[in-house]
């Protein structure tokens, strides 16, 4: 920090590369002070790591041409090699154990969902059942068919036959609907 207070120049953050910034670097109070043989050497190992560094970019640059060219005739696209890394991805984590763990969390409490859902419709198709029952017997002014103490006479009526028939008719449509529908649930 005391360098960069002083104004002093960092060799890590200087951006330009080649002789003219080898040439230019300003020398910190804080290193040591070198003398004009080893500053030499040293500005002459620069050169000459730089120069290979160059020369290790270009041959890597005709190594990834080779690969691009190899891959190219044998028909391998980089969709293709796109859809192959994320399979293989895929499979990594599918045979993961922490995969393996969630999954069967999740489908255990799939089940337990798919349980209490079908519980509660169930629950609720039944109440439904129970008030349309209920209204249908409020609009004929019977409080409970159930209780009635003339029972035998009512079921020779017409208006009780009839009745009977409705209830019939919407039991058959429900039992249908409940049949047609996968979870149970009327809708």
Same mark, same amino acid.
């Given at each position: 920090?005391? *360098? ?18 080898? @040439? ?7 290193? $040591? ?77 799939? *089940? ?7 519980? @509660? ?22 409080? !409970?068919? *159930?209780?009635?103490?003339?029972? $035998? ?24 609907? !409940?049949?047609?529908? $996968? ?5």
């Amino acid at each position: 920090m005391e *360098q960069a207070d002083q104004g002093a120049v960092r060799p890590d953050s200087i951006t330009e590369v080649g002789e003219d910034a080898v @040439m230019s670097v300003a020398v910190s109070p804080s290193v $040591p002070t070198l003398t004009e043989e080893e500053q030499e050497e040293l500005r002459e190992e620069l050169l000459r790591v730089e120069d290979e560094v160059v020369t290790l970019s270009q041959v890597l640059a005709a190594k990834e041409k080779q690969v691009a060219d190899i891959k190219r005739k044998l028909g391998i696209t980089p969709l293709n090699e796109l859809k192959q890394n994320i399979s293989k991805s895929w499979q990594e984590v599918t045979t993961s154990t922490a995969y393996k763990k969630t999954s069967e969390g999740f489908s255990v409490a799939g *089940q337990k969902a798919t349980a209490a859902f079908t519980s @509660m419709g169930s629950a609720i198709s039944r109440k439904f059942e129970d008030v349309r029952l209920q209204s249908i017997s409020n609009s004929f002014g019977i409080r !409970s068919l *159930q209780h009635s103490a003339s029972m $035998p006479v009512m079921r020779n009526t017409p208006t009780f036959k009839s009745f009977e028939e409705k209830v019939e008719t919407l039991k058959v449509k429900d039992e249908k609907r !409940s049949q047609d529908e $996968p979870d149970g649930i009327s809708g």
